[in-house]
């Protein structure tokens, strides 16, 4: 056997492209035992919001059917507070190893306009893996406001300046900035009462403390369904088949209101390896797939749509420019 130093080029040629073949082979095979062996714990959902939201309805009903997929537990940890940062912040500094998910809402995408100092950036922090869902909004009352419909609930704004009270989840949430969006196009004044998650405000809206709240469909179905809640008017193109009497917002003369909705996505922290990205999104939309997931959602008043991780990504700044708009156009300053 010639000698690999000084012996026939060809022959070490031959060794060092046979080494080359064995070393691609084995990086595909530990791509592939990698995900293989994901998840290899638990896998937390991390909703940055409190029980009952959007985001934690949608947590809890596929958190049990990715663990049956991945056989694996799957767990849903609210961690509320700031208007979502508190939650978003923990998953942003998580290991990206799939093992940490963040349920985040649109309002990640106006973080930095509507705090001075937040602790991340949505941009380059996390990694899109899909948008799972869409809510239309309503603004519901208070049976004990004084007016029938929205227009009685304007008028009575407008005679009352800044003596009607409106909840919502913090500030910043979709809820504030819709209501904010409808006092600079409509010309009327309300005082904002930021809550600390959507429960603490629905309670107080049913209590009295406050008189409306702009709010997702879903959240506020029960208490509408009950009569402890009435729903003036909702987003959209047409009306719900889940709230057919109540009339979208262009029935009404105001077009404006197309900006506002609720889209709920799931992503991960930044640097999270694109293999992983693709399977996680793979897995996510085979569960949304589900007759009986959909029929939940739907039921809840979410409607499932999917997007690609780049879709999303474009989403997301389009999102933003969006709303840093109507934010300065308000004249709201970060808190």
């Known amino acids: 056997m010639p000698d690999f130093f000084t012996g026939d080029t060809m022959y070490r040629r031959s060794f060092i492209n046979t080494f080359k073949c064995l070393g691609a082979v084995a990086s595909l095979f530990c791509a592939a035992s990698t995900w293989a062996a994901y998840p290899e714990r638990t896998v937390t959902l991390v909703v940055p919001f409190t029980p009952g939201s959007g985001s934690d309805i949608i947590a809890r009903i596929i958190a049990p059917k990715l663990s049956e997929r991945w056989k ?170 889940i709230t057919p009497t109540v009339p979208v917002f262009k029935e009404l003369g105001i077009d404006f209101m197309d900006a506002v909705d609720s889209w709920y996505a799931l992503l991960a922290p930044a640097k999270t390896s694109g293999e992983l990205v693709k399977n996680l999104h793979r897995d996510v939309s085979a569960v949304l797939a589900m007759p009986d997931v959909r029929n939940q959602l739907s039921q809840m008043g979410l409607t499932v749509g999917h997007m690609t991780p780049v879709q999303l990504g474009q989403r997301e700044k389009a999102y933003a420019q969006t709303w840093t708009r109507i934010i300065k156009d308000s004249g709201f300053q970060p808190q």
């Open 72 to 241: 694996q537990a799957v767990v849903v940890d609210n961690k509320p507070g700031a208007s979502g940062n508190i939650g978003a912040d923990a998953v942003a500094k998580a290991a990206p190893d799939g093992h940490t998910l963040l349920m985040a809402i649109n309002t990640i995408t106006m973080a930095p306009n509507m705090y001075k100092r937040v602790p991340f950036d949505p941009t380059t922090d996390f990694t899109p893996i899909m948008k799972m869902a869409v809510a239309n909004f309503a603004i519901v009352v208070n049976p004990q406001i004084g007016a029938q419909d929205l227009a009685g609930v304007i008028a009575l704004a407008k005679a009352k300046p800044g003596q009607i009270n409106f909840g919502s989840p913090g500030n910043g949430t979709p809820h504030h900035l819709a209501m904010e969006l409808m006092k600079q196009q409509l010309g009327f004044d309300m005082l904002h009462v930021p809550y600390k998650g959507i429960s603490n405000a629905t309670t107080d809206l049913i209590g009295g403390q406050v008189q409306l709240m702009f709010a997702s469909v879903h959240s506020m179905l029960p208490h509408v369904r009950s009569g402890r809640l009435r729903m003036l008017a909702a987003t959209g193109a047409t009306r719900s088949a």
